[in-house]
């Protein structure tokens, strides 16, 4: 495929836990991004990153935290999962390739 | 802050008519608009993208239109075909960063 990964594919955790999901390019793209997708909301930017160590906040970021320690790796973190982050969540790479994407379920 | 629209919702053709999908845009710095496809259970691919020195831009059945002063753009597909059917979304962009926005999407169904 285009270069994008995300890991894992599907995700079942309990509220209340941590969860860490991944994004790897191998097209040593400088931008990354984490978006959510909800029916009726179509796809909301999260996080994203021009850069190793340059992160910045998107239009629904609280709740969520991001780094990026190699240029590859963009890892999205749920620091205390809620119902309410049950999502679809995309990784995309210069904003024209998205991953195949990450589907979370917080019971 | 930023903000797409996107209209309608769904829309129903049958096949070998026309459909239009209609986004308006807050933001007057925008200048890149994208649409992407996205089928069931899949990941959005862009299918074409228009940046704000261009009023139009054709792709074989798809077009896609741009009115800066309205700040509109619209898709355009000819000749539907089944495998049409899926969710359009349109976004807008104003840096080099491509942080998009994305409207809220439009579900096609082409009607064989």
């Known amino acids: 495929d285009a270069g994008i990964t995300q890991s894992p594919r599907h995700k079942v955790t309990e509220t209340g836990t941590p969860v860490t999901l991944r994004c790897h390019q191998t097209e040593n793209h400088r931008y990354m991004y984490w978006y959510r997708q909800d029916p009726g909301h179509g796809l909301r930017l999260i996080h994203y990153?021009?850069?190793?160590?340059?992160?910045d906040k998107g239009e629904v970021s609280d709740g969520y935290s991001v780094s990026r320690s190699k240029t590859e790796d963009f890892l999205l973190t749920l620091e205390s999962a809620t119902s309410s982050q049950t999502s679809v969540y995309f990784c995309?790479?210069?904003?024209?390739?998205f991953g195949s994407g990450t589907r979370l379920t917080v019971v | 802050g930023e903000n797409v629209e996107q209209h309608p919702s769904t829309l129903s053709v049958q096949e070998g008519d026309s459909a239009v999908i209609k986004c308006t845009y807050s933001?007057?710095?925008?200048?890149?608009f994208p649409w992407y496809k996205q089928e069931l259970g899949k990941r959005p691919q862009l299918i074409i993208d228009i940046r704000s020195n261009v009023g139009e831009k054709k792709d074989q059945r798809i077009a896609v239109t741009l009115n800066k002063t309205a700040k509109h753009f619209s898709l355009h597909i000819t000749e539907t075909q089944p495998e049409d059917s899926a969710v359009y979304f349109c976004?807008?962009?104003?840096?080099?960063?491509?942080?998009?926005?994305f409207g809220s999407g439009t579900r096609l169904l082409v009607r064989p």
């Open positions: 976004a807008a962009s104003r840096d080099s960063s491509y942080k998009l926005i």
């Open positions: 933001d007057s710095a925008s200048n890149y």
């Open positions: 990153s021009y850069g190793v160590k340059d992160t």
């Open positions: 995309a790479i210069y904003g024209y390739t």
